[in-house]
């Protein structure tokens, strides 16, 4: 079975590095096959039998605390999941000229509705999607300064969420398809 895990606040601003083929290292000897990583952010690819996601996500949060010395959240989904949350993005989003667009992959248990909300988009501002497991955002390019995704900064949902852009979840849901054949 494909999964995906995403880690959670590495290679940002020079801070908590992970280079991605010790990532892809860690992951091996965790005993998972097809290990892949996609750019430089964390985004792993792998195959291993179903398993509980939150267990899997534990095991690897510890594994990669006991080879970098400090511990990142790490989020896992299936690539069928994966794959459901970019396809519930629509097709304009992301051309990064005039509109862009984010997911915000939430941690097991969070309600993207209640996220949502916390966050206060701004009507005319702010687009909206809730996907299961995931919170889609965009804003015209115009507008990104005024973007309510910026609020999630010192909520309480901010350590229990992982933001890639739409162009990146995309590629991830490509990438499950690739193996999926």
């Known amino acids: 079975m494909i999964h995906v895990a995403l880690l959670r606040g590495i290679n940002v601003g020079g801070n908590r590095k992970v280079p991605m083929a010790d990532l892809r290292e860690v992951m091996t000897e965790l005993g998972y096959d097809k290990v892949a990583t996609y750019i430089n952010s964390g985004n792993v690819l792998f195959e291993t039998k179903p398993a ?58 969070l309600d993207p509705a209640q996220v949502a909300e916390a966050l206060k988009p701004r009507e005319g501002i702010d687009n909206v999607i809730y996907a299961p497991g995931a919170v889609l955002w965009s804003v015209e390019r115009k507008d990104l300064n005024r973007n309510g995704l910026q609020r999630l900064i010192g909520t309480p949902y901010y350590q229990q969420v992982t933001v890639r852009n739409v162009n990146t979840a995309r590629k991830l849901a490509a990438l499950v398809a690739e193996r999926a054949g």
């Open 52 to 109: 509980d996601h939150l267990a899997m996500a534990t095991i690897i949060e510890d594994a990669l605390e006991a080879r970098f010395g400090f511990r990142c959240r790490v989020l896992v989904r299936s690539g069928s999941d994966i794959a459901a949350i970019a396809k519930a993005i629509p097709e304009n989003w992301g051309d990064r000229t005039q509109r862009t667009g984010d997911v915000a992959y939430l941690l097991d248990g």
